[in-house]
């Protein structure tokens, strides 16, 4: 199992303050700024709940998914949701927050993003189906999240088109 991802195996899963401020430390532990709870018992559960923590030092590479929509809860941070077009232009961006736009849903077939401009975010995701290989498709006009200048270029680039 990587270390950005952990599988809680409680019959009751509680989240308070202390277990926040540890994902946040888990994430800021791991160079991407990310780290993610699964809910759900596996990746073949028929439903993906998690609640992960993205920062705006990581990258969350932009992404669909073919087969299921997914649904967004912000608990906390602020950062946009980016969609956008098969040749990667930006169709639509909104503001989420605890306070904005903090519940949102994302059609099955939809680029997306979460571009975080807090130090850190953190996220409630629900979505419908198994977690494959082919799950999340990335496109070619996005770099890999390895590609660390071009990521940077990227994000600086989409926050520019944001006007942030």
């Known amino acids: 199992m990587s270390k950005e991802v ?13 277990k926040i401020e540890e994902m946040k430390y888990k994430a800021w ?13 596996n990746e073949n559960a028929g439903m993906q709940e998690m609640l992960f923590v993205i920062s705006n030092t990581g990258y969350a590479r932009p992404h669909m998914h073919k087969e299921s929509a997914e649904s967004q ?17 930006v169709t639509e ?32 995701e629900v979505r419908e189906g198994k977690f494959t290989d082919g ?4 496109p070619e006009w996005a770099p890999n999240e390895d590609e660390i200048e071009e990521v940077n270029e990227y994000k600086e680039n989409l926050l520019r088109q944001l006007g942030v």
């Open 29 to 41: 532990e791991n160079s991407s700024g990310k780290f993610r709870y699964c809910l759900h018992e």
């Open 6 to 18: 952990c599988f809680l195996k409680d019959e009751i899963i509680k989240f308070d303050r202390n």
């Open 135 to 138: 799950t999340n498709i990335f």
């Open 73 to 89: 809860v912000v608990i906390e941070g602020e950062g946009y949701c980016v969609l956008f077009d098969t040749a990667g232009n």
């Open 93 to 124: 961006s909104f503001k989420i927050s605890p306070r904005e736009n903090f519940l949102y849903r994302i059609q099955k077939g939809k680029w997306h993003m979460t571009l975080p401009l807090s130090n850190q975010m953190i996220i409630y």
